[in-house]
């Protein structure tokens, strides 16, 4: 099958995923949401993307495993998509909180012609190359478990926001958007937002957006094991800061020294700083962690150099294809040689 064919073939294979009702496949997203995500999901993939992160030089592997992660149910449809179109035969291990909707990516790629199947325990095989993603521990397992494979390691990160101190509606929007998307699940997801103006009146702003929001676009399932560290962070803002909305849209303001790079469900947690040296400083102790930097300003490079990718809010949890994930090149890292390029 050609390049072009299979480009066609994966187009049709993400129009079967789209038809589906998702929600229930989705790790407790809401149906709305669901639809939304998995929908801006496959808009990135389009032909002309795929056959950009296809002009990769070098041979490429006889076939390819992805181990996807709890937390993003779409997250394994890029590697899929774009390994399907290079005709490499794709081995696909589910999240176990969404393996229906692993199963449903198996069934439209298959139905295509694409060699694209389901792993139905942990028994991977001898993959030349696994795509791992998780915690580092959990990829650490998957190295040590496949001696014989190539694992491109995509461990545990997270993504912040900085914006400035004014931010015009475009910026609050984006930072809604980014919050709602997979209820603020994934090393995309802004674990807590930066500025240099006042942080009690972008909590304001942020939380009536999140507030329109959940009306169209309800929030999902919340693991109960979220609830006391929801209400302890809570009660820090109401001491320290201040704490607007209730739970599904929420806006905190907490000191800088109390970040924490954890994401609670649609929950904005703003802190104010002085200026870019002093986020730089923050962050540093973190910096082997950091992916996505979402900011509307002119960031200098000693701080854009710490994260793997720099957008606007709104386009965090939407990242265009071709990419690099955490520093690896969609296709470039699984060819032969290895690509070793640095994070851009």
């Known amino acids: 099958m050609a390049s072009d064919t299979r480009i066609e073939a994966v187009q049709r294979a993400l129009a079967r995923l789209q038809e589906l009702d998702v929600g229930p496949l989705s790790e407790g997203l809401s149906s709305p949401n669901a639809a939304r995500c ?11 993307a795929l056959a950009m992160a296809l002009d990769r030089p070098g041979r490429r592997p ?10 993003v149910f779409t997250a394994p449809l890029e590697w899929v998509a774009v390994s399907a179109a290079a005709g490499i035969p794709v081995c696909l291990k589910a999240s ?9 990516i198996a069934t439209a790629f298959s139905a295509e ?19 791992a993603m998780g915690s580092d521990e959990g990829v650490a397992s998957v190295v040590a478990t496949h001696p014989a494979s190539r694992v491109v390691a995509l461990g545990h990160r997270f993504s912040l926001a900085h914006v400035s101190a004014d931010p015009d509606a475009t910026v609050i929007a984006g930072l809604a958007a980014d919050l709602v998307a997979y209820d603020t699940r994934g090393c995309m997801a802004p674990v807590a937002i930066f500025t240099t103006g006042a942080a009690s009146d972008l909590a304001a702003r942020l939380q009536a957006r999140l507030a329109v ?26 001491v320290h800061g201040r704490a607007l909305g209730a739970q599904g849209a929420s806006a905190w303001v907490v000191p800088p020294e109390h970040f924490t790079p954890e994401a609670l469900p649609r929950t904005a947690v703003i802190h104010e700083v002085w200026d870019d040296r002093h986020l730089g400083s923050l962050l540093v102790r973190w910096r082997p962690w950091l992916s996505t930097l979402g900011t509307d300003r002119a960031v200098p490079s000693a701080l854009s150099c710490m994260f793997g990718r720099v957008c606007r809010p709104g386009e965090m949890q939407q990242p265009p294809v071709p990419r690099r994930h955490d520093g690896h090149d969609l296709l470039g890292c699984v060819l032969d040689p290895v690509w070793t390029g640095a994070p851009a």
């Open 62 to 71: 006889r076939d390819l495993a992805v181990v996807a992660a709890p937390g």
């Open 38 to 48: 998995l929908a801006a999901a496959c808009a990135v993939l389009h032909p002309e």
């Open 113 to 131: 012609g694409l060699e694209v199947r389901l792993a139905h325990s942990h028994d991977l095989g001898a993959p030349e190359v696994i795509v």
């Open 96 to 104: 176990r909180r969404a393996p229906r909707f692993g199963a449903a």
């Open 213 to 238: 929001l959940a009306a169209s676009v309800p929030i999902g399932e919340v693991d109960p094991a979220l609830g006391p560290r929801w209400r302890h962070r809570q009660a820090l803002a109401r």
